[in-house]
């Protein structure tokens, strides 16, 4: 596979996850030009260690085992490690719908914002929009409102806009 299919590929799970190229850039520690260069085919050396890491924030993880993945499942046993209340699949669905945090549900909304890896969430989003038919750019910025709101720290939620 040459650098001009790879890059049409993340193009494509990138507009479907709905990324701005701004966000996929700040959640892969990268440059917005180079976003650019790698979804035109022409990006020089990035590199494996990179080009991984980018991939994977659009939900394509480059070293998995080819099995489709639960991203939402996923993403829930991360945020809820540490808490008596747990939150189900369908609060964490009605909370990146929504944007709105549930009582009793704070520290798990926190945990998703300031704490889960990018590439867990973007799965989930992308999972979640299609599952309810709706485009993922609004999950993404639902939950940056929340991250706006409790004044996160984390740049990525500044990049979605």
């Known amino acids: 596979m040459d650098i001009s299919t790879i890059g049409e590929i993340i193009r494509k799970e990138r507009t479907a996850c709905g990324l701005s190229q701004k966000a996929l850039a700040e959640a892969s520690h990268v440059s ?3 976003i650019v260069n790698l979804e035109g085919g022409k990006v020089g050396d990035i590199g494996a260690i990179k ?5 994977e924030n659009v939900g394509l993880p480059m070293f998995s085992t ?3 993945m639960d991203f939402v499942k996923l ?4 945020i809820n490690t540490s808490y008596k209340k747990p939150m189900s699949i369908s609060d964490l669905e009605k909370f990146m719908l929504s944007g709105k945090i549930q009582p009793g549900l704070e520290g798990q909304a926190f945990h998703l914002i300031d704490e889960t890896p990018t590439s867990l969430v973007t799965g989930a989003v992308k999972q979640l929009a299609a599952k309810k038919k709706i485009k993922a750019k609004q999950v993404w ?3 940056a409102h929340v991250a706006n709101e409790i004044k996160s720290p984390n740049k990525f939620w500044s990049a979605i806009g």
């Open 32 to 34: 917005r030009v180079t």
């Open 51 to 55: 080009l991984a890491e980018i991939a």
């Open 66 to 68: 080819g099995k489709k």
């Open 75 to 78: 993403t829930l046993s991360n």
């Open 141 to 143: 910025k639902n939950l």
